[in-house]
C-alpha cells in the first residue's frame, strides 16, 4: 500500500491550498480516508476524514468552515481543500486509510503517507 501526498507549500495568511493524497495498493473505495496534521513539537491531530464512498465527512473543531475532505474513487484521490489559511497551520500533512470507523483516532488507521509540507506566513 502507498499514500502519496501533494500540494503543500509556503502560502501567506489567507491564501488557498489543495492538498492530494493518491493511493495505491488497496482496494481504495473500501478504506475511510483521513487527513491529520503535525506541527513541530506537537502531537498529530486529527484533521478530517471521509466515509468510503464520501457521504460522511468529519472535521477537527479548528479548520470547521474553512477546510473540506473530497475523494474521488475512480482516481483513487483524496483531497484536501484548505481556504483561509493561518499561521497555526502551518505542519506536516498526512493522508491516512482506515478499514474501521473510528475516524478522528490516528489509532485506526492502517496506513499512512510521507506527509506534505504547508507553511503559512504572516
Known amino acids: 500500500v502507498k499514500l502519496v501526498e501533494s500540494g503543500g507549500s509556503l502560502v501567506q495568511a489567507g491564501a488557498s491550498l489543495r492538498l492530494s493524497c493518491a493511493a495505491s495498493?488497496?482496494?481504495?473505495?473500501?478504506?475511510?480516508m483521513g487527513w491529520f496534521r503535525q506541527a513541530p513539537g506537537k502531537v498529530r491531530e486529527f484533521v478530517a476524514a471521509?466515509?468510503?464512498?464520501?457521504?460522511?465527512?468529519y472535521y477537527g473543531d479548528s479548520v470547521k468552515g474553512r477546510f473540506t475532505i473530497s475523494r474521488d474513487n475512480d482516481k483513487n484521490t483524496a483531497y484536501l481543500q484548505m481556504n483561509s489559511l493561518k499561521p497555526e497551520n502551518t505542519a506536516d500533512y498526512y493522508c491516512?486509510?482506515?478499514?474501521?470507523?473510528?475516524?478522528?483516532?490516528?489509532?485506526?488507521?492502517?496506513?499512512w503517507g510521507e506527509g506534505t509540507q504547508v507553511t503559512v506566513s504572516t
Open positions: 495498493g488497496l482496494t481504495f473505495c473500501l478504506a475511510g
Open positions: 491516512a486509510a482506515t478499514f474501521g470507523s473510528n475516524w478522528r483516532s490516528r489509532r485506526e488507521y492502517n496506513y
Open positions: 471521509i466515509s468510503r464512498r464520501g457521504r460522511d465527512t
